[in-house]
């Protein structure tokens, strides 16, 4: 479904991705980890346009989608959530909700959608006439993940989703980032906390520098001895 190729990042005079190939095919969870300034949300940018790589292929679908504009990027069916949730803070629950759905046309999938988002975020359907900048984290970023949702989606990028988050709410996440995997959305994940990642991924990439270094199944890489070192506190 999206396979990056020997992509380069620069900014300015510094590389910041070197080279780094990967796939995700459909149905997976897929994890990016690694250490903060590795380059992951990096890669995530220049998948949905927001970045220019400087060379390599972005291929979503086999079409290379590097100069796609961003905006159209989400109406072939790719969807991020960015890192720090970036809801309208001055818009309501609903309405930041509506704007994820801005590239479709059909009121009544639209309406279909909205309900959906509902029913897997019960929450936001109690605060959809509350402002979203007075929310709390975990529901910004329910809100977040919702808005992506109201795209309809074939495969949503998510950065570090857990950020910020008690526990009990990083847990709520990961089970929704798992159900929304098992309703038919592709996900490539972005964390930090690379134990959590790996417990609900099917496969992952680890980074270091603007390298991949390891990849496997992520039962394997839980098992490594050197990511349990370095990523796992083990």
Known sequence: MLEVKDLQVYYGVIQAIKNVSFKVEEGEIIALIGANGAGKTTILNTITGLIAAKNGEVLYDGVDIQKIPAHKI??????????????????????????????????????????????????????????????????????????????????????????????LLVEEVFGIIQNINKAGTTVLLVEQNAKKALSIAHRAYVMETGNIVLEGYAKDLMNDESVKKAYLGE
């Not at 704007?99 to 309900?115: C, F």
């Not at 605060?127 to 109201?150: D, I, N, V």
Request: hydrophobic share 40%; aromatic share 6%.
């Open 74 to 167: 989400v109406s072939m069916g790719l969807a991020h959530v960015p890192e720090g949730r970036r809801v309208f803070s001055q818009l309501s629950v609903y309405e930041n909700l509506l704007m994820g759905a801005y590239t479709r046309s059909d009121k009544n999938e639209v309406d279909a959608s909205l309900q959906h988002v509902f029913k897997s975020f019960p929450r936001l359907e109690e605060r959809r006439k509350q402002m979203a900048g007075t929310l709390s984290g975990g529901e910004q970023q329910m809100l977040a993940m919702g808005r992506a949702l109201m795209s309809k989606p074939k495969i949503v990028l998510m950065d570090e989703p857990s950020m910020g988050l008690s526990p």
